[in-house]
């Protein structure tokens, strides 16, 4: 038995006022003459003793009066029963953390587990008492703030009925800490954190995460858990989805490749498959699979749009609906505008034939222009840029800010190009310098060939049958700068001795193709090789592709501004379940693009200015969210020691009587109603006794 207010126990005290008041008026017989035969007659010794004996009685009736009501006034409260009618009056913060995650969505007899968890809070909570806290934690809610807290029950009940599942995804330790940090600054004599999940592994904490929470997780909280885990699950899920194609061209199919997971125990055969490409069906393929196992597929679609493109993934419905869909983007230029920049009009002649276009529908424009343009010309207008020499390049920042949009740059040296002149430029873009130069120009006398070639680089993709890829005819290199790629960066044609003839490297957001030899005959016989076109051809396409991982997230996930959005006055984002979100003024500049709460919903995203699509921002659910392992009791136990959690910890069942389990585990039987009940009872005989022994003395001395 506790006390919840233990200063009322000074009162105890009072209980010896009845003794001194006792002792005080205790009454001395009065001395009367009478006859000795009279006086044997009345006295009744037997009367006398019952008389005193009821004066103990009511002096001890009325001690016990005092003592039940100060004590009554302490509140005494059992711990770990329920008695009716005696729940605690004490005020109560309690924490509700709920997983809305999609693996709640399982249905049994009973439900979905969603759904009984948010009716087993709706009978917790309206055992509280108005003025007592309640806070709602979402386990999906990644964000770092804290949400409101109520005070009125049916404001609770409200914002929980309008809670839905989510294809978000989070840790349970952080929605306890969260909890953790509300009862902290609670003044609530009661402080409880009510977790509901199904414990699914791998949600439970990143390792790297858990500290010690002794402090606030003190021997004050209770916390009880109710586990979810129950059946199997019949259920696909599409764990990853990709685009494999690298070179967009007309004409040309777009391959895509998924992977499929069996998440149960049975065998899984002859389910559909579907390719949707902007909302239209393009593709399909049935598939079986074994309990547990797993596929890698393909499919291909031959596509005539062009621009942004949003791609889908979907299986047929199972019993977690959630993860039967994934979601993706690209982009196909209309046209590719290619800007051609050189310091002399000679330097570019073979790239410029080579790129020349054989009828008028070829998709790349070019525009030829001096290096000593740039800071005139407005990039954002193009798409790739070649550079044939550095030299005399009016804006270096400005080539930095195109890379760092996405977009691509080709580097070719010019006929008259120097070391020093590139070695103070490739650094600005993130590219080593050059270590310096071999061979001489025009002495066709001494030759360096190709070493190696990359041929599954996608800028060979189409280029050669299988049976010619190692066919491939080294043009003679006279002579030629010497690169060595760096770690990042890939070295797609090395030359004999190790320099690179080709190579990649990433610059910010965009990429950089360096060719370590001039388009010119003094340096090489490249331009005129049968592989010079289509290279020079290929790598316009390859860089022509936006780099599009930076428009894939997970549902959760918060999604930054782009530097060409921040220039709008006002953009909108178009959800997938239809809602709008605006963003204009100074919040373009401020704000992120999506917060993480804004992209609680799996699909294409899309991005519109002034009704043009700008953007298509796809977003997954969390593949860890359809997997049917559990975490076990010791692994949770494990945890809760870990974090040196110091409260009371209580397993509800999903079968048992949450209410009455958790009343039983909480301070909340008070008996003070009680006490004060026999108190008042005790003074009702009191009364009777205390005037039916006055007749008496008075009859004894009248």
Same mark, same amino acid.
């Given at each position: 038995?506790?006390?919840?207010?233990?200063?009322?126990?000074?009162?105890?005290?009072?209980?010896?006022?009845?003794?001194?008041?006792?002792?005080?008026?205790?009454?001395?017989?009065?001395?009367?003459?009478?006859?000795?035969?009279?006086?044997?007659?009345?006295?009744?010794?037997?009367?006398?003793?019952?008389?005193?004996?009821?004066?103990?009685?009511?002096?001890?009736?009325?001690?016990?009066?005092?003592?039940?009501?100060?004590?009554?006034?302490?509140?005494?409260?059992?711990?770990?029963?329920?008695?009716?009618?005696?729940?605690?009056?004490?005020?109560?913060?309690?924490?509700?953390?709920?997983?809305?995650?999609?693996?709640?969505?399982?249905?049994?007899?009973?439900?979905?587990?969603?759904?009984?968890?948010?009716?087993?809070?709706?009978?917790?909570?309206?055992?509280?008492?108005?003025?007592?806290?309640?806070?709602?934690?979402?386990?999906?809610?990644?964000?770092?703030?804290?949400?409101?807290?109520?005070?009125?029950?049916?404001?609770?009940?409200?914002?929980? $009925?309008?809670?839905? %599942? &989510?294809?978000? =995804?989070?840790? /349970?330790?952080?929605? !306890?800490?969260?909890?953790?940090?509300?009862? +902290?600054?609670?003044?609530?004599?009661?402080?409880?954190?009510?977790?509901?999940?199904?414990?699914?592994?791998?949600?439970?904490? $990143?390792?790297?995460? %858990? &500290?010690?929470? =002794?402090?606030? /997780?003190?021997?004050? !909280?209770?916390?009880?858990?109710?586990?979810? +885990?129950?059946?199997?699950?019949?259920?696909?899920?599409?764990?990853?989805?990709?685009?494999?194609?690298?070179?967009?061209?007309?004409?040309?199919?777009?391959?895509?490749?998924?992977?499929?997971?069996?998440?149960?125990?049975?065998?899984?055969?002859?389910?559909?498959?579907?390719?949707?490409?902007?909302?239209?069906?393009?593709?399909?393929?049935?598939?079986?699979?074994?309990?547990?196992?797993?596929?890698?597929?393909?499919?291909?679609?031959?596509?005539?749009?062009?621009?942004?493109?949003?791609?889908?993934?979907?299986?047929?419905?199972?019993?977690?609906?959630?993860?039967?869909?994934?979601?993706?983007?690209?982009?196909?230029?209309?046209?590719?505008?290619?800007?051609?920049?050189?310091?002399?009009?000679?330097?570019?002649?073979?790239?410029?034939?080579?790129?020349?276009?054989?009828?008028?529908?070829?998709?790349?424009?070019?525009?030829?222009?001096?290096?000593?343009?740039?800071?005139?010309?407005?990039?954002?207008?193009?798409?790739?840029?070649?550079?044939?020499?550095?030299?005399?390049?009016?804006?270096?920042?400005?080539?930095?800010?195109?890379?760092?949009?996405?977009?691509?740059?080709?580097?070719?040296?010019?006929?008259?190009?120097?070391?020093?002149?590139?070695?103070?430029?490739?650094?600005?873009?993130?590219?080593?310098?050059?270590?310096?130069?071999?061979?001489?120009?025009?002495?066709?006398?001494?030759?360096?060939?190709?070493?190696?070639?990359?041929?599954?680089?996608?800028?060979?993709?189409?280029?050669?049958?299988?049976?010619?890829?190692?066919?491939?005819?080294?043009?003679?290199?006279?002579?030629?700068?010497?690169?060595?790629?760096?770690?990042?960066?890939?070295?797609?044609?090395?030359?004999?001795?190790?320099?690179?003839?080709?190579?990649?490297?990433?610059?910010?957001?965009?990429?950089?193709?360096?060719?370590?030899?001039?388009?010119?005959?003094?340096?090489?016989?490249?331009?005129?090789?049968?592989?010079?076109?289509?290279?020079?051809?290929?790598?316009?396409?390859?860089?022509?592709?936006?780099?599009?991982?930076?428009?894939?997230?997970?549902?959760?996930?918060?999604?930054?501004?782009?530097?060409?959005?921040?220039?709008?006055?006002?953009?909108?984002?178009?959800?997938?379940?239809?809602?709008?979100?605006?963003?204009?003024?100074?919040?373009?500049?401020?704000?992120?693009?999506?917060?993480?709460?804004?992209?609680?919903?799996?699909?294409?995203?899309?991005?519109?200015?002034?009704?043009?699509?700008?953007?298509?921002?796809?977003?997954?659910?969390?593949?860890?969210?359809?997997?049917?392992?559990?975490?076990?009791?010791?692994?949770?136990?494990?945890?809760?020691?870990?974090?040196?959690?110091?409260?009371?910890?209580?397993?509800?069942?999903?079968?048992?009587?949450?209410?009455?389990?958790?009343?039983?585990?909480?301070?909340?039987?008070?008996?003070?109603?009680?006490?004060?009940?026999?108190?008042?009872?005790?003074?009702?005989?009191?009364?009777?006794?205390?005037?039916?022994?006055?007749?008496?003395?008075?009859?004894?001395?009248?």
């Amino acid at each position: 038995m506790v006390f919840l207010n233990p200063a009322f126990l000074f009162g105890l005290i009072a209980a010896s006022i009845p003794v001194l008041i006792h002792l005080l008026n205790l009454k001395k017989l009065k001395r009367i003459e009478f006859s000795t035969l009279a006086f044997i007659k009345e006295l009744q010794k037997s009367k006398i003793r019952r008389i005193k004996l009821k004066q103990w009685l009511l002096l001890a009736l009325r001690v016990l009066i005092i003592l039940l009501l100060v004590t009554g006034f302490a509140r005494p409260t059992l711990e770990g029963l329920t008695i009716g009618g005696s729940t605690s009056a004490a005020k109560t913060s309690a924490v509700f953390i709920l997983d809305d995650t999609f693996s709640m969505s399982l249905i049994d007899q009973r439900g979905s587990y969603f759904n009984q968890a948010k009716q087993t809070i709706k009978l917790l909570a309206a055992q509280l008492q108005q003025g007592d806290d309640l806070t709602l934690l979402l386990v999906s809610n990644r964000s770092g703030e804290i949400p409101q807290t109520f005070s009125s029950i049916s404001e609770f009940i409200k914002q929980l $009925e309008a809670t839905e %599942l &989510s294809y978000s =995804s989070g840790y /349970l330790h952080n929605s !306890i800490v969260k909890a953790a940090k509300i009862l +902290e600054s609670s003044q609530n004599f009661n402080k409880e954190i009510y977790l509901f999940s199904d414990f699914q592994k791998g949600r439970l904490a $990143e390792k790297k995460s %858990l &500290s010690d929470l =002794s402090q606030v /997780l003190n021997d004050k !909280i209770r916390l009880y858990v109710f586990n979810y +885990e129950g059946r199997e699950s019949f259920n696909l899920g599409i764990e990853s989805f990709e685009i494999k194609t690298r070179i967009f061209e007309p004409g040309k199919p777009v391959i895509f490749e998924t992977r499929i997971v069996n998440y149960s125990s049975r065998q899984i055969d002859n389910r559909v498959m579907s390719l949707y490409i902007d909302g239209e069906r393009v593709s399909q393929k049935s598939l079986s699979l074994s309990p547990g196992g797993s596929a890698l597929l393909e499919l291909e679609a031959a596509l005539k749009k062009t621009g942004l493109i949003s791609a889908m993934i979907e299986i047929e419905d199972d019993e977690i609906l959630f993860d039967n869909r994934r979601f993706n983007n690209f982009f196909i230029p209309e046209k590719i505008n290619l800007l051609l920049l050189s310091q002399t009009d000679s330097d570019p002649r073979f790239v410029r034939l080579a790129l020349t276009p054989a009828d008028e529908n070829s998709q790349i424009k070019i525009i030829e222009k001096k290096l000593n343009q740039i800071s005139t010309t407005n990039l954002n207008d193009y798409d790739v840029i070649i550079l044939i020499g550095v030299q005399g390049i009016s804006s270096t920042q400005a080539v930095k800010e195109f890379l760092n949009s996405g977009k691509g740059v080709i580097i070719f040296p010019s006929a008259g190009s120097g070391i020093s002149e590139f070695n103070t430029f490739l650094p600005f873009i993130s590219l080593p310098a050059l270590s310096g130069t071999a061979g001489k120009m025009n002495e066709t006398f001494r030759r360096i060939n190709f070493d190696k070639v990359e041929f599954n680089h996608p800028i060979f993709s189409g280029l050669f049958t299988s049976k010619e890829k190692n066919k491939i005819e080294s043009p003679d290199i006279y002579f030629h700068f010497k690169l060595f790629p760096t770690s990042g960066s890939s070295n797609i044609i090395s030359l004999i001795g190790g320099a690179s003839f080709l190579s990649e490297f990433k610059s910010g957001q965009g990429k950089v193709l360096f060719y370590s030899v001039a388009p010119d005959l003094s340096w090489s016989n490249f331009p005129l090789k049968s592989i010079f076109v289509p290279l020079v051809y290929k790598s316009v396409y390859y860089l022509s592709v936006r780099n599009r991982t930076s428009s894939v997230f997970t549902a959760g996930d918060g999604i930054m501004m782009s530097p060409e959005l921040k220039t709008l006055a006002k953009v909108k984002i178009i959800r997938p379940d239809n809602q709008e979100i605006t963003i204009s003024g100074n919040d373009l500049i401020t704000r992120q693009l999506l917060l993480p709460a804004e992209t609680s919903v799996a699909g294409n995203y899309r991005v519109v200015s002034d009704e043009k699509l700008m953007e298509i921002i796809s977003v997954n659910p969390d593949p860890l969210e359809s997997s049917a392992d559990y975490l076990n009791e010791k692994v949770f136990s494990d945890y809760l020691d870990e974090i040196k959690f110091k409260g009371k910890l209580v397993k509800i069942d999903a079968d048992e009587n949450s209410v009455q389990k958790v009343l039983q585990a909480r301070f909340g039987s008070e008996l003070w109603k009680y006490f004060i009940l026999t108190a008042l009872v005790i003074a009702l005989i009191e009364m009777l006794i205390a005037r039916n022994s006055k007749k008496e003395v008075d009859g004894l001395t009248s």
